[in-house]
């Protein structure tokens, strides 16, 4: 079933991985046309290709909460779990910010408390500047270390609660 | 009971002539037709389940090509009901003969189970190592570097530039020699209709209206 997790996925934090997104939020991405068209099927290849073709992060905008194609990916990734190797692969990628960003946040969501710090901590160096989508459509000029930041400190972004990590 | 049924009361007449004016049915021939009717669906039910098996089914394969969902857009078509399928309005599934209405339900539908166990794979993703991926971010980079300004790339860019001048240049002399030609063509007219509705006295003809350039008032 494409809106299946994959069987052989491991839970986390106690529970089915794609319920860490929220259920609206949820059944949101997999009405998408986005999801149906791009992301079927995907494995952990040809995500990079879609990853590469990102240029903008965001939860969800407009009137309708229409997800954004970040928010697609990442339960995507959700959905396959990939192994960790292939996460700090993501992070570990210089040229591509928003491949970067991608895997931070996912990190963030499926990570131990000792792996998000370790691998989050150094884009905080990393200043490249990167575009993101607010609620009513509108983007915006942000930075990577400021969206790690965002990760690292507060509870809520792109629309999906953080699990809990403690504090630094 | 008085009421007996008509065939009843038929019963009970000793002569048992059929004088009654109702329909009957030749019994052999529907039996006939019923057994064959059964023989015909069992074989279906069979077939339809004939599909591969389990361990012989692909892995879920990721789809290379766009999926169009505007090329009838727009468009008007006559449709009657004895249509065949693909003709019908919607969108038509040549692999399961069937049409949907939506493009959502049609996506919805080429991801699903039946559509992809008709094409032989089965619903399982295969997982990527991280070589895999690697070599992925390799190839990738390596293609949009080649993309642009390399070597190889300006050697194409510029032979490419000089095909499309040859073919400017080509054309614009084809244009030329048609023009020239259509004159000629022209000119040959004209003289023909001088030569053939010409009247030897000037006056006459302009009378009637066979002038020269600028006779006309």
Same mark, same amino acid.
């Given at each position: 079933m494409a809106n299946r997790t994959d069987p052989a996925a491991k839970s986390v934090h106690g529970t089915?991985?794609?319920?860490?997104? #929220?259920k609206i939020l949820r059944e949101k991405i997999h009405q998408s046309s986005f999801w149906k068209e791009?992301?079927?099927?995907?494995t952990a290849e040809t995500l990079v290709d879609k990853a590469m073709e990102l240029d903008h992060i965001g939860g969800t905008y407009g009137g309708n909460r229409k997800a954004t194609p970040f928010m697609c990916l990442t339960l995507k990734m959700l959905q396959i779990q990939p192994e960790k190797e292939i996460v700090v692969e993501f992070i570990k990628n210089q040229d591509y910010k928003y491949v970067r960003v991608l895997g931070a946040f996912y990190l963030r969501l499926v990570g131990k408390a000792t792996d998000v710090y370790q691998y989050l #901590?150094?884009?905080?160096?990393?200043?490249r500047k990167i575009r993101q989508r607010s609620a009513d459509g509108s983007f915006f000029l942000s930075h990577v270390d400021e969206f790690i930041d965002q990760l690292l400190t507060t509870d809520y972004c792109c629309d999906i609660t953080l699990p809990r990590v403690p504090k630094r | 009971m008085i009421l007996l049924s008509i065939d009843h009361a038929f019963c009970l007449?000793?002569?048992?002539?059929?004088?009654?004016?109702r329909r009957k049915w030749d019994r052999q021939e529907f039996l006939e037709r019923a057994r064959k009717r059964e023989v015909d669906q069992q074989a279906r039910r069979n077939s339809s389940r004939?599909?591969?098996?389990?361990?012989?089914k692909k892995p879920l394969k990721h789809r290379d090509f766009e999926v169009d969902l505007?090329?009838?857009?727009g468009k008007t078509q006559v449709i009657t009901q004895v249509a065949p399928l693909d003709q019908q309005a919607g969108y038509f599934c040549s692999v399961c003969n069937c049409i949907v209405k939506d493009s959502a339900n049609y996506l919805d539908h080429i991801n699903g189970k039946k559509h992809q166990k008709a094409l032989g794979m089965s619903m399982r993703v295969e997982r990527s190592t991280l070589e895999q991926v690697q070599t992925r971010f390799e190839t990738v980079k390596r293609k949009k570097a080649e993309g642009g300004l390399t070597d190889e790339g300006t050697y194409e860019m510029s032979i490419q530039f000089e095909m499309r001048m040859l073919k400017q240049q080509r054309e614009e002399e084809e244009r030329k020699r048609q023009r020239k030609e259509r004159k000629k063509e022209k000119k040959r007219e004209k003289a023909l209709e001088d030569a053939g509705g010409e009247i030897d006295d000037p006056e006459v003809a302009q009378a009637m209206g066979f002038g020269g350039f600028g006779m006309k008032k």
């Open positions: 089915n991985p794609q319920n860490l997104v #929220e791009q992301c079927f099927a995907l #901590e150094p884009l905080y160096n990393d200043y | 007449q000793a002569s048992g002539v059929d004088n009654t004016a004939d599909d591969s098996p389990p361990g012989e505007t090329a009838r857009l």
